[in-house]
């Protein structure tokens, strides 16, 4: 079993800066893939960036060069810094982590 809490969203205006953390604990393997996917109203869920143990990283073209993961690998952590933010980034961020889904955060991006 893995559980995952994550911390970091909010409400934040068009431009803006937000960074989402997450800490796993657990059985957490030494070779992994972290990552967030994210669901907004209405739409399906997607992937936003995964990282692996090595550090290979993938994004979704929709976020690739305004956001940045990054992992804490002795913490079992994982982090998504979301710079220039857009309306259409607004929705639940999760943290997956093994298979294993956080409860979610919510982002909005407002003015």
Do not use: H
């Not at 739409?43 to 960036?49: D, G, N, S, T």
């Not at 690998?73 to 294993?100: H, P, R």
């Amino acid at each position: 079993q893995v559980q995952l809490v994550e911390s970091g969203g909010g409400l934040v205006q068009p431009g803006g800066s937000l960074r989402l953390s997450c800490a796993a604990s657990g059985r957490i393997f030494r070779f992994n893939t972290m990552g967030w996917y994210r669901q907004a109203p209405g739409k399906q869920r997607e992937l936003v960036a995964t990282m692996t143990s090595g550090g290979s990283t993938n994004y979704a073209d929709s976020v690739r060069g305004r956001f940045a993961i990054s992992r804490d690998n002795a913490k079992n952590a994982v982090y998504l810094q979301m710079n220039s933010l857009k309306l259409e980034d607004t929705a639940v961020y999760y943290c997956v982590v093994q298979g294993y889904w956080g409860q979610g955060t919510q982002v909005t991006v407002s003015s």
